[in-house]
């Protein structure tokens, strides 16, 4: 599913060049799960946002299924995202004029959305409930709690079915019982659907659930083990 290969990433900024990953490889199959831990800093968003085509390496490639994503275009990338890539960011990014249930449902604004109205928006509504924000549906960002968004951002990033889900810290502000929520909902996605899992997370309990852990440092993954 991923094969990702020697990628490095530098940054240039005024009068020094970061090189933040540096000869990075990582091989996750179809369906598989795995977390990446690592000191703040040490390019874990940096590489979920090459491996989620946001951001391009400065060399090496990026197999996700039959593509590199290192290569590929604007709208071939914009493509990707929308249809077999979900991303929980670590910073939600909910519209502030929408309502829970409108930000769950904004993906299908993309031009190329194929399925009936109707049948999005009941997905949307078994994606709230899972998320325990049923009750919340007519909700404004501004009115929810930070945990309450960044579970409404975990609904939106499922709803367009993905095979591969990116998590950015996807339970980094949440209480211990809605961290479960969480936890519980993407690795039953993995578990049952099959849908491969890549998740950053300082969760030591997270990790270890889901299993396979790296950890990354000195611009590189290691094996590692969850305490
Ligand atoms: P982590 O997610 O592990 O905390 P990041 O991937 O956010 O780390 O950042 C890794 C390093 O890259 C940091 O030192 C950060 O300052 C630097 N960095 C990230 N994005 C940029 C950018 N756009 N320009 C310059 N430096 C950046």
Excluded: C
Aim: without cysteine.
């Amino acid at each position: 599913m991923i094969s990702a290969t020697n990628i490095s990433k530098s940054f240039e900024t005024p009068g020094e060049t970061v090189d933040v990953l540096k000869d990075l490889s990582l091989d996750l199959a179809d369906g598989e799960a795995a977390s990446i831990i690592g000191p703040s800093g040490s390019g874990k968003t940096t590489l979920l946002n090459l491996i989620g085509a946001l951001d391009r390496p400065s060399s090496g490639s990026i197999w996700i299924g039959n593509q590199d994503i290192a290569t590929l275009t604007a709208d071939e990338a914009t493509r990707f995202r929308n249809h077999s890539l979900g991303f929980v960011f670590q910073q939600h990014y909910l519209l502030p004029q929408l309502s829970v249930l409108e930000n769950v449902l904004v993906p299908r604004l993309a031009g190329d959305w194929k399925e009936p109205a109707e049948e999005t928006e009941q997905r949307a509504r078994e994606l709230l409930a899972k998320v325990g924000l049923d009750h919340r549906l007519k909700h404004l960002p501004w009115q929810l709690s930070g945990g309450e968004k960044l579970r409404t951002a975990v609904a939106r990033a499922l709803i367009n079915q993905p095979s591969l889900v990116l998590a950015d810290e996807p339970t980094g502000s949440l209480d211990p019982s809605s961290t479960d929520t969480i936890a519980d909902l993407l690795l039953d996605l993995n578990r049952d659907q099959k849908v491969t899992l890549l998740v950053v997370t300082h969760n030591q309990a997270l990790a270890k659930r889901i299993g396979k852990t790296f950890e990354l440092r000195d611009g590189k993954l290691w094996s590692a083990v969850a305490k």
